[in-house]
């Protein structure tokens, strides 16, 4: 742990992400079984839902990633990798 509490190693990103007309409530049901997703939230504004992500390295962003893509309704994703 560093001092602020936060794990060391831990790679946080947030991923914003579009759907299809009406499709945010079943992809956010999809997205919360992926490893490496935290917590799923709808939002307002162009982005339809909003992940937050914690995994141990690029590798395992990607494949995240890959697996949060692959989920029908799903138009766009945008991924913010938090630094420090």
């Given at each position: 742990?560093?001092?602020r509490?936060?794990?060391?190693?831990?790679?946080?990103?947030?991923?914003?992400?579009?759907?299809?007309?009406?499709?945010?409530?079943?992809?956010?049901?999809?997205i919360?079984?992926?490893?490496?997703?935290?917590?799923?939230?709808?939002?307002?504004?162009?982005?339809?839902?909003?992940?937050r992500?914690?995994?141990?390295?690029?590798?395992?962003?990607?494949q995240?990633l890959?697996?949060?893509?692959?989920?029908?309704?799903?138009?766009?994703?945008?991924?913010?990798?938090?630094?420090?």
């Open positions: 742990m560093s001092q509490g936060e794990e060391v190693g831990v790679l946080r990103a947030y991923v914003l992400i579009q759907t299809e007309a009406g499709g945010g409530t079943k992809v956010r049901g999809e919360g079984s992926i490893p490496g997703v935290r917590v799923a939230q709808s939002v307002t504004g162009p982005y339809d839902l909003i992940v992500a914690e995994v141990e390295d690029m590798d395992a962003l990607g995240m890959s697996d949060i893509q692959l989920i029908p309704g799903l138009n766009r994703t945008l991924t913010c990798i938090v630094k420090g």
